[in-house]
């Protein structure tokens, strides 16, 4: 039987995986002072709607409960965690909030390009501070957290969604007209984009600046370019590149820089961001695998005016990321992992060496089939990423044959205590 569409089942050895991912993650998560925090699946419609935008309320599960009340799966933990904030934790007075989750959200497929209905994120909310310094934490957290969970080469782009509502700002269009603008831009539709900038009859100057947009990509050299163009004619514009410049200065403080893009194309799907805004990309990942920004005006819809910003990791992107990587870099194997082969008479040694080798938090296998071909053995330490085969043929642990699968090498080990 299919499963449904967009929803997907995840068999031992790739749950064991994500797993270890998601708790390199929160380590990361709990060490810069976030606080795991988790909220309802199923929400109110009512409760939710005000801080949902247009795009996200296209993309809900909504249903009926036994009262006749509409019911919605929640499709993020960003617009949860603001109404949180808003209400119960305002009676608390103003304060700095640090948040962050570990849990699945849901969104309906509405394009052909998208794929999932349940995501895995990992993000964290900061609430209670606008400033850039605030930004570029949330940034490195993000970079440290996917360095933690073994990704080796990605980049973060940076921009701002000041920035591109400033430009869009200047076009003399209809508000149906610039969110037309704005999918195309989003989608990366050049061919609808000429077509839509060619029928609102705009001038050839703002067409240039429109359809330059996108590929206005590269390093902090980015900044300096526009500057130059919108230095004088839009100062709000020139204010979200001002913060754009000291964002990326304190990455660079942080050594950060070097994942660090500058994109001002940048457009993030949700309504709700007003400031800065980045996205994390790989080489083998044609779509973003973490995304995040200000968003200063969301919990304002919830009843109090509490600046905010976060990040969200997709998890199972992240996860097919990583297995592309891995088999780039030819077999990876896991040196904590051991198998222990035995003979017949010696399972009580074997049990032994197995449990002294789980107290250092290893995980370790004893071979239970009797009768197992050595092909079979190694098909399957393959497929498990199993590093350590130990043999012991003898009645003491201080000659243990250990085989190292990655190195290929063969020597005597003493497990005594």
Known sequence: MNVVKGFSEILPE????????????????????????????????????????LELKKQLFKFLD????????????????????????????????????????????TNKTEEQQEFHQAGIELLGINNRLADAEVIAVAIQALCSAGLNSFYLDIGSAKFFNSVMDQLPLESEEKRNLRNTIMNKDFVQMEKLLFQYNLSLEQQKTILHLPHWRGDHSIITEAEKIFGVTNSTAQQALQ???????????????????????IIRNFDYYSGMVFEGYTNYSGSAIC????????????????????????IEKLMKVLTQ???????????KKYYIRY?????????????????????VEIELLEECSTDEMFKYLKKKRIRYLLDINREDLTQVTQYDLLMKTEKKVSYEY
């Open 14 to 53: 790739e749950l064991e995986g994500r797993r270890f991912c998601e708790e390199k993650i929160r380590k990361i998560f709990q060490s810069w002072g976030y606080q795991e925090i988790d909220t309802p699946t199923l929400e109110h419609f009512d409760c939710l709607v005000p801080g949902i935008g």
């Open 66 to 109: 036994t009262d006749g009340e509409v019911i919605v799966l929640r499709p993020d933990m960003t617009t949860p965690i603001a109404r949180i904030a808003a209400t119960k934790l305002a009676s608390r007075g103003k304060g700095i909030y640090k948040f962050y989750y570990l849990n699945n959200v849901f969104r309906r497929i």
């Open 243 to 265: 913060e754009i410049k000291e964002v990326y200065n304190y990455l660079k403080i942080w050594g950060m820089d070097k994942f660090i893009l500058v994109d001002l194309g």
């Open 291 to 314: 995304g995040g920004g200000r968003y200063d005006f969301l919990c304002h819809k919830f009843g109090q005016d509490i600046p905010s910003t976060g990040v969200a990791i997709n």
């Open 325 to 335: 990587e891995q088999k780039a870099n030819k077999e990876r194997w896991d040196s």
């Open 343 to 363: 003979r017949r008479d010696l399972l009580g040694l074997a049990y032994k060496l197995a449990e002294k080798l789980r107290q250092d938090n290893n995980t």
